[in-house]
């Protein structure tokens, strides 16, 4: 006998929690169902599981081997007995014969009793209520309630899956070379302790057996679920579900899913019973790997995976009897995740801490024997990047009484500053000015000697590769890379004079700031420091110019260090609120022919704020150049091999191209040598 379709307390996975459990509550928010293990006295028998209220359900007719309501169709053609024949009680469901085609053993053992006729429909007589009391409307009510369309499911039925079930319902339309349909009868071989041919001597085992296999048919019929005292939590519930499926060898053709109808209907009740919401208890992160393995349903198997990794110190302190019960390879595997985690964290964090970057300064910064560069002043540059990293370090000390923050770099706070610097980014990116970088250093050199940008943006980009080819692993380029630079008036720029506040003002506003970011200078308390902070830069040009290119390199650095920790991994759920790291995905999906889940570097920082702005802005620039009646729609893909420099899943933005950014109309290099303008 299995324990776990019986729903004995021998199931594994009845574990006493540690204190270490810091986050507790139940599946259900609403209903407030106690923790496994608990007995209400207000605990009926059985009850319908995933209902905001306790609503009984009714045994008897399952007891006593009469028609269950809801799982009677008088459309199907196959009637399911639960009890042996000698017990000669009637067939308890009657389903279609389509929701076993994925159990070639459950169709063998089907019989076929001759052909179907058409049913006939009969009205209650006059004066009889459709229920025989209010419990029952309210356990219909109850069931009928489950029907309505799940609004989002998390997955699409693959071509095995499809072609598995196709295949299988050949079996069923093979009627014998007939054209009507069949009748079939299916005795299911289950094992009780008592004597089933009357109800008082069925056992506790029995009674639950009788449950999970009344659970199953519901399950692939897609009816409610039914609760007991001892499987009274949705893992209970489904964990009998899998034992279930796996004994009758539920299966795709290719063995990656357990067919068609089982997946499509974990992908539903995944949704109902929020098996994806793992945030209120390391327990249920087990329990939703322990699942989505057994099931074989990769997209709660991966989140899940995904909040483990981030929180597994936490989850093997439980010490839980369920961790066994995931395979060996995927514990295995989620400690190399954890690893790797652990180091990404570290790296992060001593970049952070002292927001020095001293690589950025070690290289072209440092020169002075560059001839082509030797206008530059660098040290300027160095003073303002200082300068600005004080700024940083004062406010961000502000909002979390430390830098770095006392209780650490976390989710929360990371992605805190990475929204930050992404809204500072908008507001200051030159968006017509597309990097001639790739992720190759050899290539940038090339790239290099023939950029036609301003001398200071071909400086800038030097050093800013010479930071992305110091770290590892090997940061690829942002696509749009430079800042846009302060302009002032021409008569300005020949008298040498200092600027006034309200020009510095009026330079920065008009012509340094993209138009469409300017919001966010009200919405966002950081950015509006900033803007504040940029004021009060020293009124000569060149120092208004050598602060931008200061301020950027230390945005660039910081942009670049968040997104291996704050770009989530793709499939993931419940996030909100979570502090851990939920940035690790598989490698192996469910170890069952999965695809991988696993982002590469490459992969993580096309996900990140600046390549996501990059589609839209290079989207933006291609439709503006083309006739509306001639323009095919943008293609946005992943690129050429290397992925970047003009390859960067955005099309290069045009000369002409209409995007919403100052005018350019001041010489930057002139400014910075330090020479009189050309009139």
Same mark, same amino acid.
């Given at each position: 006998? =299995? !324990?776990?379709?019986?729903?004995?307390?021998?199931?594994?996975?009845?574990?006493?929690?540690?204190?270490?459990?810091?986050?507790?509550?139940?599946? *259900?928010?609403?209903?407030?169902?106690?923790?496994?293990?608990?007995?209400t /006295?207000?605990?009926?028998?059985?009850?319908?599981?995933?209902?905001?209220?306790?609503?009984?359900?009714?045994?008897?007719?399952?007891?006593?081997?009469?028609?269950?309501?809801e799982?009677?169709?008088?459309?199907?053609?196959?009637?399911?007995h639960?009890?042996?024949?000698?017990?000669e009680?009637?067939?308890? *469901?009657?389903?279609?014969?389509?929701?076993?085609?994925?159990?070639?053993?459950?169709?063998?053992?089907?019989?076929?009793?001759?052909?179907?006729?058409?049913?006939?429909?009969?009205?209650?007589?006059?004066?009889?209520a459709?229920?025989?009391?209010?419990?029952?409307?309210?356990?219909?009510?109850?069931?009928?309630?489950?029907?309505?369309?799940?609004?989002?499911?998390?997955?699409?039925?693959?071509?095995?899956?499809?072609?598995?079930?196709?295949?299988?319902?050949?079996?069923?339309?093979?009627?014998?070379?007939?054209?009507?349909?069949?009748?079939?009868?299916?005795?299911?071989?289950?094992?009780?302790?008592?004597?089933? +041919?009357?109800?008082?001597?069925?056992?506790?085992?029995?009674?639950?057996?009788?449950?999970?296999?009344?659970?199953?048919? !519901?399950?692939?019929?897609?009816?409610?679920?039914?609760?007991?005292?001892?499987?009274?939590t949705?893992?209970?519930?489904?964990?009998?579900?899998?034992?279930?499926?796996?004994?009758f060898?539920?299966?795709?053709?290719?063995?990656?899913?357990?067919?068609?109808?089982?997946?499509?209907?974990?992908?539903?009740?995944?949704?109902?019973?929020?098996?994806?919401?793992?945030?209120?208890?390391p327990?249920?992160?087990?329990?939703?790997?322990? #699942?989505?393995?057994?099931?074989?349903?990769?997209?709660? *198997?991966?989140?899940?995976?995904?909040?483990?990794? &981030?929180?597994?110190?936490?989850?093997?302190?439980?010490?839980?009897?369920?961790?066994?019960?995931?395979?060996? %390879?995927?514990?295995?595997?989620?400690?190399?995740?954890?690893?790797?985690?652990?180091?990404?964290i570290?790296?992060?964090?001593?970049?952070?801490?002292?927001?020095?970057?001293?690589?950025?300064?070690?290289?072209?910064?440092?020169?002075?024997s560059?001839?082509?560069?030797?206008?530059?002043?660098?040290?300027?540059?160095?003073?303002?990047?200082?300068?600005?990293? $004080?700024?940083?370090?004062?406010?961000?000390s502000?909002?979390?009484?430390?830098?770095?923050?006392?209780?650490?770099?976390?989710?929360?706070?990371?992605?805190?500053?990475?929204?930050?610097? %992404?809204?500072?980014?908008?507001?200051?990116? =030159?968006?017509?000015?597309?990097?001639? /970088?790739?992720?190759?250093?050899?290539?940038?050199? /090339?790239?290099?000697?023939?950029?036609?940008?301003?001398?200071?943006?071909?400086?800038l980009?030097?050093?800013?590769?010479?930071?992305? !080819?110091?770290?590892?692993?090997?940061?690829?380029?942002?696509?749009? =890379?430079?800042?846009?630079?302060?302009?002032?008036?021409?008569?300005s720029?020949?008298?040498?004079?200092?600027?006034?506040?309200?020009?510095? %003002?009026?330079?920065?506003?008009?012509? %340094?700031?993209?138009?469409?970011?300017? !919001?966010?200078?009200?919405r966002?308390?950081?950015?509006?420091?900033?803007?504040? *902070?940029?004021?009060?830069?020293?009124?000569h040009?060149?120092?208004?110019l050598?602060?931008?290119?200061?301020?950027?390199?230390?945005?660039?650095?910081?942009m670049?260090? #968040?997104?291996?920790?704050?770009?989530?991994a793709?499939?993931?759920?419940?996030?909100e609120?979570? +502090?851990?790291?939920?940035?690790?995905?598989?490698?192996s999906?469910?170890?069952?022919?999965?695809? $991988?889940?696993?982002? &590469?570097?490459?992969?993580?920082?096309?996900?990140?704020?600046?390549?996501?702005?990059?589609?839209?802005? &290079?989207?933006?620039?291609?439709?503006?150049?083309?006739?509306?009646? #001639?323009?095919?729609?943008?293609?946005?893909?992943?690129?050429?091999?290397? &992925?970047?420099?003009?390859?960067l899943?955005v099309?290069?933005?045009?000369?002409?191209?209409?995007?919403?950014?100052p005018?350019?109309?001041?010489?930057?290099?002139?400014?910075?040598?330090?020479?009189?303008?050309?009139?």
């Open positions: 006998m =299995d !324990a776990a379709t019986s729903g004995s307390d021998s199931v594994p996975g009845s574990p006493k929690l540690k204190k270490a459990r810091r986050r507790r509550s139940g599946w *259900f928010s609403k209903s407030g169902s106690p923790p496994s293990g608990q007995v /006295r207000e605990d009926p028998p059985a009850w319908i599981a995933g209902h905001f209220e306790t609503v009984p359900y009714n045994l008897d007719p399952l007891i006593n081997g009469e028609k269950v309501s799982l009677w169709k008088e459309d199907g053609d196959t009637l399911v639960l009890f042996p024949r000698a017990s009680k009637e067939a308890s *469901f009657k389903v279609d014969s389509t929701l076993l085609a994925d159990s070639h053993e459950l169709m063998q053992l089907c019989t076929i009793l001759g052909t179907m006729s058409p049913p006939r429909v009969q009205s209650p007589p006059l004066g009889h459709n229920v025989r009391n209010l419990e029952d409307m309210a356990q219909r009510m109850a069931i009928n309630d489950f029907r309505s369309p799940t609004s989002h499911i998390k997955w699409t039925s693959t071509d095995s899956d499809r072609n598995s079930t196709a295949s299988l319902r050949l079996e069923r339309d093979f009627n014998g070379g007939l054209d009507q349909p069949m009748l079939r009868e299916l005795y299911l071989p289950l094992a009780f302790e008592g004597d089933v +041919s009357a109800q008082a001597t069925y056992t506790n085992e029995d009674l639950e057996r009788l449950v999970s296999y009344r659970n199953f048919f !519901a399950f692939l019929s897609g009816e409610r679920l039914v609760a007991t005292r001892r499987q009274r949705p893992f209970r519930i489904f964990w009998s579900l899998c034992k279930i499926l796996q004994r060898n539920f299966s795709n053709l290719d063995g990656s899913t357990l067919g068609e109808i089982p997946t499509d209907r974990i992908a539903e009740y995944a949704q109902k019973f929020k098996l994806y919401d793992v945030r209120s208890s327990e249920k992160v087990i329990e939703a790997l322990v #699942l989505g393995e057994q099931m074989k349903f990769t997209p709660l *198997f991966n989140s899940a995976y995904i909040h483990a990794v &981030g929180d597994l110190e936490l989850i093997t302190a439980l010490n839980s009897p369920r961790w066994d019960l995931i395979s060996e %390879s995927t514990r295995h595997e989620l400690e190399r995740a954890s690893f790797d985690l652990a180091k990404r570290q790296s992060t964090s001593m970049r952070l801490r002292d927001l020095e970057f001293h690589v950025l300064w070690t290289g072209l910064a440092k020169s002075t560059d001839k082509e560069y030797k206008t530059l002043d660098f040290k300027a540059w160095r003073s303002s990047f200082n300068a600005f990293r $004080s700024h940083v370090i004062s406010f961000y502000s909002r979390y009484k430390s830098w770095p923050p006392k209780k650490g770099f976390n989710r929360q706070n990371l992605k805190e500053i990475y929204d930050d610097f %992404s809204a500072l980014y908008d507001l200051l990116v =030159d968006r017509n000015a597309q990097t001639t /970088r790739s992720s190759d250093p050899r290539a940038n050199l /090339r790239a290099n000697e023939d950029d036609n940008s301003p001398l200071a943006h071909k400086a980009r030097q050093i800013l590769a010479e930071y992305d !080819a110091s770290v590892a692993p090997l940061q690829p380029p942002v696509p749009f =890379d430079v800042p846009l630079l302060p302009q002032v008036e021409q008569r720029l020949l008298q040498k004079k200092r600027l006034t506040s309200n020009e510095i %003002s009026n330079s920065l506003t008009t012509t %340094s700031y993209n138009r469409d970011s300017l !919001a966010a200078i009200a966002n308390e950081f950015v509006e420091s900033f803007t504040k *902070f940029e004021r009060k830069t020293d009124g040009i060149e120092n208004l050598s602060a931008r290119m200061g301020q950027w390199i230390l945005l660039y650095a910081i670049q260090s #968040l997104p291996l920790l704050v770009v989530d793709p499939g993931v759920e419940a996030t609120g979570v +502090s851990y790291f939920l940035c690790v995905g598989p490698k999906g469910t170890g069952a022919g999965s695809t $991988s889940q696993a982002a &590469g570097v490459d992969e993580i920082f096309r996900r990140s704020h600046c390549w996501e702005r990059a589609r839209e802005w &290079g989207m933006t620039a291609v439709e503006n150049t083309m006739p509306p009646a #001639l323009a095919p729609p943008p293609k946005l893909g992943v690129g050429a091999a290397d &992925g970047y420099g003009g390859s899943g099309p290069k933005v045009r000369s002409n191209a209409r995007v919403d950014r005018l350019s109309t001041a010489n930057f290099d002139d400014i910075l040598r330090g020479a009189s303008p050309k009139r």
